[in-house]
């Protein structure tokens, strides 16, 4: 069974930092892409990150650009996104999800396995 698990969200003060960890199980995923994406409360799903298993290409969406940093260890085939800076505004549910190879990174309808999602509040 395909399975994608999110780790590490939480409560933090604007300013502080989260790691993110989302463990994929059941198949080989090195081809995929891997993105993660969030929806906060009353707004749609968005684009945060992707990464390529494969050679580590990356994109990430102007809001986070410079505060985030996602990454990928292959031996424990989990995908990490390191959130610095955080703000108020990054408070949402946080999605990782995989896509098959060439898939446009910021298009959520191309990903076809998501995990449960992880909540990451930041207060002020």
């Known amino acids: 069974q395909v399975q994608l698990v999110e780790s590490g969200g939480g409560l933090v003060q604007a300013g502080g930092s989260l790691r993110l960890s989302c463990a994929a199980s059941g198949r080989t995923f090195s081809s995929y892409v891997m993105g993660w994406f969030r929806q906060a409360p009353g707004k749609e799903r968005e684009f945060v990150a992707a990464?390529?298993?494969?050679?580590?290409?990356?994109d990430y969406a102007d809001s986070v650009k410079g505060r985030f940093t996602i990454s990928r260890d292959n031996a424990k085939n989990t995908v990490y996104l390191q959130m610095n800076s955080l703000k108020r505004e990054d408070t949402a549910v946080y999605y990782c999800a995989a896509a098959p190879p060439g898939t446009y990174f910021r298009s959520f309808t191309e990903y076809d396995t998501w995990g449960q999602g992880t909540q990451v509040t930041v207060s002020s």
């Open positions: 990464i390529t298993w494969s050679h580590g290409n990356t």
